[in-house]
């Protein structure tokens, strides 16, 4: 399995674990996954600069989260903007695509968007995590997709809780590192997507 893209067989192969403080089963995914479930799983992610949706289908209680970057910072041509954005829309379609395939209806979807803050080091000038919000919600609007809610930008790392079902999100802003995990682990997949080759098209079953 190519870790550096996307990968549809990554919502099947998820980090699960009994989560006590809430009493739920729950899935964490890493960055450039994503998960998608029709049970009532929390789903669980930290973010830096790099941005999650929270995506549910509330007729049909189908939902999932993603969690990715767009790979080019600052990107200063036409072809790397364009190839930076084509990342970011494949890592939308994944998740929308998966939703899909267990029955979700598009016309009834609706986010909860949250991340891009700035917490990379040496990249504070680039504006990264502004430029991955940014693209997320310019998505959603395309898309025709309402944003119910989001919790976007400034300095600090989130931890997102989702709960599909409900479709409340709980989120906690982490104003204390106690080590760099959070940084180094998006740093590490900042340079796998920059160096891995443009995502290719996927088709949405509509």
Same mark, same amino acid.
């Given at each position: 399995?190519?870790?550096?893209?996307?990968?549809?067989?990554?919502?099947?192969?998820?980090?699960?674990?009994?989560?006590?403080?809430?009493?739920?089963?729950?899935?964490?995914?890493?960055?450039?996954?994503?998960?998608?479930?029709?049970?009532?799983?929390?789903?669980?992610?930290?973010?830096? &600069?790099? /941005? $999650?949706?929270?995506? #549910?289908?509330? =007729?049909?209680?189908?939902?999932?989260?993603?969690?990715?970057? %767009?790979?080019?910072?600052?990107?200063?041509?036409? &072809?790397? /903007? $364009?190839?930076?954005? #084509?990342?970011? =829309?494949?890592?939308?379609?994944?998740?929308?695509?998966?939703? %899909?395939?267990?029955?979700?209806?598009?016309?009834?979807?609706?986010?909860?968007?949250?991340?891009?803050?700035? =917490?990379?080091?040496?990249?504070?000038?680039?504006?990264?995590?502004?430029?991955?919000?940014?693209?997320?919600?310019?998505?959603?609007?395309?898309?025709?997709?309402?944003?119910?809610?989001?919790?976007?930008?400034?300095?600090?790392?989130?931890?997102?809780?989702?709960?599909?079902?409900?479709?409340?999100?709980?989120?906690?802003?982490?104003?204390?590192?106690?080590?760099?995990?959070?940084?180094?682990?998006?740093?590490?997949?900042?340079?796998?997507?920059?160096?891995?080759?443009?995502?290719?098209?996927?088709?949405?079953?509509?």
């Amino acid at each position: 399995m190519d870790f550096d893209q996307p990968d549809e067989n990554r919502s099947f192969s998820p980090n699960r674990y009994y989560d006590r403080h809430f009493g739920k089963d729950a899935v964490k995914i890493m960055p450039g996954e994503y998960y998608v479930t029709t049970e009532d799983t929390m789903i669980v992610t930290v973010l830096g &600069s790099c /941005v $999650s949706v929270c995506l #549910r289908d509330p =007729v049909r209680k189908i939902g999932g989260m993603n969690h990715f970057l %767009l790979p080019n910072d600052g990107a200063s041509t036409i &072809s790397s /903007v $364009s190839e930076s954005a #084509r990342y970011g =829309v494949f890592a939308m379609e994944l998740l929308i695509n998966q939703m %899909l395939k267990l029955g979700a209806d598009k016309r009834c979807m609706e986010a909860k968007v949250f991340g891009g803050g700035n =917490v990379l080091k040496g990249f504070t000038a680039l504006n990264v995590g502004e430029r991955n919000a940014e693209f997320v919600l310019d998505y959603l609007h395309t898309e025709h997709i309402p944003v119910l809610a989001s919790d976007l930008l400034e300095r600090y790392p989130r931890k997102v809780y989702f709960f599909p079902w409900t479709g409340e999100v709980k989120v906690k802003k982490i104003k204390s590192l106690h080590n760099n995990t959070i940084i180094d682990r998006e740093s590490e997949y900042r340079m796998r997507v920059r160096q891995a080759p443009t995502a290719g098209d996927v088709d949405l079953f509509l």
